[in-house]
């Protein structure tokens, strides 16, 4: 039968959920060619092990002392973390009611026991296969074709998770709004080929210089690219902007017909949402791209706060 070619680096993720280790281990020995198989023998295991380990696909018994299947279903269906998760369900239970409840609650599937091996790798590789496609469209919508990093959608996504775990834990939340100055005056006298490889180079380096896993840069639109800074304030704003654009400089593009530098210069506008937050998403938006109109305005190649 045909392996499983992940889309991205590493091996699906399997959870098998069941109370009785011999069907673990059965299942184990059947599946972990195809993806690396991890166990749980009771829901609240199934469910901590979902959260931090976030399974391509789960093997869920139905029949378990505590929390059954379905229940352990339901609250990972309940919880956004977990709610993608394809189920399939592995039971004894063999009335047609039973698979109904199953399909109700979302599961994908549902398998009954006594199983045939072959039947049960074909559907587990089925859906693990559709699982990293659709994982794999979902990285592509959210990713910029041009330079490879978050688009405008992947940004306002990321915004949002950020806004509520810096509210959750308290802490400030700075956002950068980042323009490539004189940019029109660079495609006119060197081309959009040479333009576009500019946007590459910029993105690229706006990256690398982010050095906290949890900032991130994302194509905004055109050549305005946004950062998101979680737990900085505004001083510490202030410093990776500065970063940001001696990175640029750094890199040297040769710009002639700026007013601002014969190199390529960014202007950049920060706001920085305090702990206690307060502004919406539109508003801390407005915000930062006022202070970059100010950049602007001001001369350009400088920060705004
Ligand atoms: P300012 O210093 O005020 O920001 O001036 P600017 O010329 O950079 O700003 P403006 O908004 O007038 O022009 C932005 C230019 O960016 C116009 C557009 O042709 C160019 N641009 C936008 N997206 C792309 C792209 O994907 N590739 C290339 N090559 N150019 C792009
Ligand atoms: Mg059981
Ligand atoms: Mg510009
Ligand atoms: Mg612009």
Same mark, same amino acid.
């Given at each position: 039968m ?19 280790p %011999?069907? %673990?281990?059965?299942?184990?020995e ?11 023998t009771?829901?609240e ?9 976030? +399974? ?6 139905v /029949? ?31 009335h047609e009611?039973?698979?109904? &409840? ?8 549902? %398998? ?6 072959? /039947? ?11 699982k990293?496609?659709?994982?794999y ?8 074709g041009?330079?490879?990093i ?11 998770a ?9 802490k ?9 100055d ?7 006298q ?12 910029v ?5 690398? &210089?982010?050095?906290? +896993? ?12 946004a950062?998101l ?5 505004e ?12 990175a640029?400089?750094r890199?040297?593009?040769e ?6 530098? &014969?190199?390529?210069t ?7 949402l ?9 508003q ?18 400088? %920060?705004?706060?």
């Amino acid at each position: 039968m045909e392996r499983l070619k992940p889309f991205f680096h590493g091996r699906p993720k399997l959870l098998v959920v069941d109370d009785q280790p %011999i069907n %673990i281990r059965v299942l184990h020995e059947l599946l972990r060619p195809e993806c690396d198989v991890f166990m749980a023998t009771h829901g609240e295991q199934a469910l901590t092990i979902s959260r931090e380990l976030r +399974p391509d696909l789960i093997l869920l018994d139905v /029949v378990m002392p505590g929390m059954d299947g379905y229940e352990v279903c339901r609250r990972l269906k309940a919880n956004p973390e977990t709610s993608e998760i394809p189920i399939i369900f592995v039971t004894g239970k063999s009335h047609e009611d039973d698979e109904a &409840t199953g399909f109700e609650l979302g599961a994908v599937d549902f %398998i009954r026991k006594p199983f045939n091996a072959l /039947v049960v790798r074909a559907r587990v590789i089925n859906h693990l296969r559709l699982k990293l496609q659709s994982d794999y469209l979902r990285q592509m919508a959210l990713i910029d074709g041009l330079t490879s990093i978050l688009n405008r959608r992947g940004f306002d996504e990321r915004f949002d998770a950020a806004r509520a775990q810096a509210q959750r834990e308290q802490k400030p939340l700075s956002l950068l709004m980042i323009d490539v100055d004189y940019f029109k005056r660079y495609n006119d006298q060197y081309g959009h080929l040479r333009g576009d490889q500019c946007l590459r180079d910029v993105a690229q380096a706006l990256a690398n &210089t982010l050095n906290r +896993p949890y900032d991130l840069v994302a194509r905004f639109g055109g050549e305005e690219f946004a950062a998101l800074l979680p737990d900085t304030d505004e001083a510490g704003a202030r410093q990776v902007a500065e970063r940001l654009q001696e990175a640029i400089k750094r890199l040297a593009i040769e710009h002639r017909s700026s007013d601002v530098a &014969t190199v390529l210069t960014l202007s950049i506008g920060s706001a920085t949402l305090p702990p206690n937050g307060g502004a919406g998403v539109e508003q801390h938006l407005n915000w930062a791209d006022e202070q970059l109109y100010r950049a602007k305005a001001e001369g350009r190649d400088r %920060i705004c706060s």
